[in-house]
């Protein structure tokens, strides 16, 4: 949505008033936004030079990676680079490994204070944006209050060359008057099929549950949360956002755990639902309605999961556009909601006793969210306002029928989409807006989805709320994906900076070769990734298949013992710097995967047999495989060098797919 005219007039006026009260900061860039995407770019900026100012409306940084979603939603790990890599590797020397995709919220919080205490970095926390002044199309200054005590007294004025919006609800951006979407576009907008009104069976209620107080009585009045709403035909765009949660960190260790007590608002009849879906369909465990993932320490993520479960279906549509004051009440309807059906699993009398069990063995950990009554800060904001930018990303982008020559980072996750609203479709209650649709490799996400168009702002990048349709957004909107881009932008911001010129009008090539020259945001040597679709470093003999299914990146290969037939898959690094380098291979989750696989590593003087056993592989659950360091050697420079897989005395499938190459620090 555009901001009228006027309104951005009363809004520039209203700022340089609360310029004249105002203390100023004067930064080279500001990061609004102090979410995983924020800590990064704040991160990148300073390492490589800027003064930078970090500024989040909370008390905490890292936003849903430090909030409780700890099960990391990846999607292929060959999109996750350059710091984002580098923080699941920090998070992985927490817990003794190489990597690590499910941790801990408070230790994904000590790997954010790393950065930030490393880069020496300014952190205003507990600010929010009041204003903003624009002249010439540039943001001249914004201006903020302290969220604790607001009032003109706590107002600062911040002046900077380059700023970047990486809060999810796009603030910056839209008080900036930059164009922005709120909802679901209709199909027929961006030539999408799996956009606007999607009646799905995922996440659906079974036929004839009764939406009536009185079942089968209309006269009875709908049951709580169910929307007196006609259903819109399929693909019709609205206004609707799809809903919000919190993920759970919840324990069951008796020495870490708080009890969950009933809300102060709590009332059983929101949940009166959930006892219907359990008549119909009955639950094992309490996976049957939520999704319980298991985290370090007997720690969960939890996620929503089923007809009935923690999403707060319909309640959100005014958050992206609200008020801080409506906010904060939107999310402590939620907490509330989500706390309520936590204590309505555990206590009430109608639910299985076999389930109240199991609930009851859950607690709030001690030692998560100390300073927050244990309970996250963070609401899942799964998606606000997405910018109406230079370039859409759609979801011919996600399937990779149109290509983008710009790409800044990739996304590989699921078009997904929570449900939208909860509505009775003849005589039952439906839920209305769940997408999830797959199988397709990563794909780049294009610069000028991240800035705005030239003619709204020019020293503006937005690497959360980029420019995407609601169904490609339900693909790019992954943390790991929100660190890429944000780094992106950080670099991108320098760049113009130097080049005293606009974030549109900076050189692709100049930023693709900073990014990758310095991925960690220092000059230390780059690590060597040879993947298998490289085909001027790797070579094959014999008879390889070609499979896409679980693999890093596009696809990997596959041999079989079959045919007696010896096969060989040889990947040579291009070394730049000689050097000392920890080796991985790659191994996907395969089924029928071979007992051994024989790998050669050649330094250029002699061969090294490393035997990889099937049970050393410890591939975790919700990623497609992982990294097994298979030694530590000395590389050349040249492409001397190579790692060469080969069925030689394998019963099973054999994959060659990646080989990294990680120099000692």
């Known amino acids: 949505m555009k901001k009228p005219i006027l309104f951005l007039l009363l809004l520039a006026g209203m700022a340089a008033a609360i310029n004249l009260q105002a203390q100023a900061n004067t930064v080279d860039i500001c990061v609004y936004g102090g979410t995983s995407g924020g800590v990064i770019a704040a991160y990148t900026a300073k390492k490589m030079g800027k003064s930078v100012l970090l500024i989040e409306p909370g008390r905490q940084a890292g936003g849903l990676t430090t909030g409780g979603l700890g099960y990391t939603d990846i999607g292929n790990k060959y999109v996750v680079t350059g710091l984002a890599r580098d923080f699941y590797r920090r998070v992985g020397v ?59 007294a706590s107002y600062q004025t911040i002046r900077a060359k380059m700023f970047i919006d990486c809060s999810y609800e796009g603030d910056l951006m839209a008080r900036a008057g930059v164009s ?35 079942p089968g009585n209309p006269a009875s009045g709908l049951l709580w949360g169910i929307a007196d709403t006609k259903l819109d035909s399929t693909g019709a765009g609205d206004k609707k956002i799809q809903t919000y949660n919190f993920r759970l960190c919840l324990t069951n260790n008796p020495a870490n755990r708080i009890e969950i007590t009933k809300p102060a608002d709590y009332d059983p009849a929101r949940y009166e639902l959930l006892l219907r879906v359990l008549e119909k369909k009955p639950a094992k465990d309490l996976n049957g309605f939520m999704k ?172 959360v709320c980029l420019s995407a349709t609601h169904i490609a957004y339900g ?13 992106s932008a950080a670099m991108a911001a320098i760049l113009a900076i130097d080049a005293k010129s606009t974030v549109q009008q900076i050189d692709i090539g100049k930023l693709k070769q ?46 079989d013992d079959k045919d007696g037939q010896l096969k060989t898959a040889r990947f040579t690094p291009a070394v730049v710097k000689t050097g000392i380098y920890k080796t991985y291979v790659y191994f996907p ?45 000395k590389l050349q420079q040249g492409t001397r060098n190579y790692i060469q897989i080969s069925n030689k005395d394998a019963r099973g499938l054999v994959v060659a797919d990646a080989v990294l190459f990680v120099p000692e620090k």
């Open 94 to 152: 927490h817990y003794g490994k190489f990597e690590t995709w499910i941790f801990e919220p408070h230790v994904a919080l000590e790997v954010y204070q790393q950065y930030i205490q490393s880069a020496q970095l300014h952190v205003l926390y507990q600010h929010r944006l009041v204003a903003v002044t624009k002249k010439d199309g540039l943001i001249s200054a914004i201006v903020i209050e302290n969220s604790a005590q607001p009032g003109t």
């Open 180 to 214: 922005y979407f709120t909802g679901r576009e209709a199909n027929s907008l961006y030539g999408e099929t799996y956009n606007g009104v999607q009646l799905r069976d995922k996440h659906q209620f079974p036929d004839s549950v009764s939406p009536y107080k009185i």
């Open 292 to 463: 319980v993932d298991l985290m370090p320490n007997n720690k969960t993520d939890i996620n929503n999961n089923g007809a009935f479960s923690t999403d707060m279906i319909g309640m959100n549509y005014d958050y992206p556009e609200a008020s801080y004051a409506t906010r904060e009440k939107i999310q402590a309807a939620h907490a509330s909601y989500v706390k309520g059906f936590l204590y309505f699993v555990g206590h009430d009398p109608r639910m299985p006793q076999y389930l109240r069990n199991m609930m009851l063995q859950w607690g709030y950990p001690k030692d998560e969210y100390v300073n927050n009554g244990n309970w996250s800060p963070q609401m899942y904001v799964r998606e606000a306002r997405r910018m109406k930018g230079e370039y859409v990303m759609s979801q011919a982008n996600c399937e990779r029928r149109e290509n983008v020559a710009d790409g800044v980072g990739m996304a590989a996750y699921t078009m997904d989409s929570h449900n939208c609203q909860r509505i009775v479709i003849n005589g039952m209650v439906k839920n209305e807006g769940d997408v999830q649709v797959g199988g397709f490799g990563p794909y780049p996400v294009s610069y000028r989805a991240i800035v705005p168009k030239s003619n709204e702002c020019r020293n503006l990048l937005v690497p």
């Open 475 to 487: 693909s790019i909107r992954m943390e790991p994906v929100f660190m890429v881009l944000s780094q």
């Open 514 to 559: 900073l990014i990758a020259a310095h991925p960690l945001a220092d000059n230390s040597t780059v690590e060597i990734l040879v993947d298998n679709n490289d085909s001027a470093h790797v070579s094959l003999s014999g008879n390889w298949k070609t499979e896409t299914k679980g693999c890093y990146g596009v696809s990997m290969f596959v041999a």
């Open 589 to 633: 989750r395969v089924q029928g995967m071979a007992d051994i696989t024989t790998i050669l590593f050649f330094d250029g003087e002699k061969e090294n047999v490393i035997n990889v056993r099937e049970s050393d592989i410890r591939v975790e659950g919700q990623t497609s495989g992982e990294w097994i360091q298979v030694g530590t050697f």
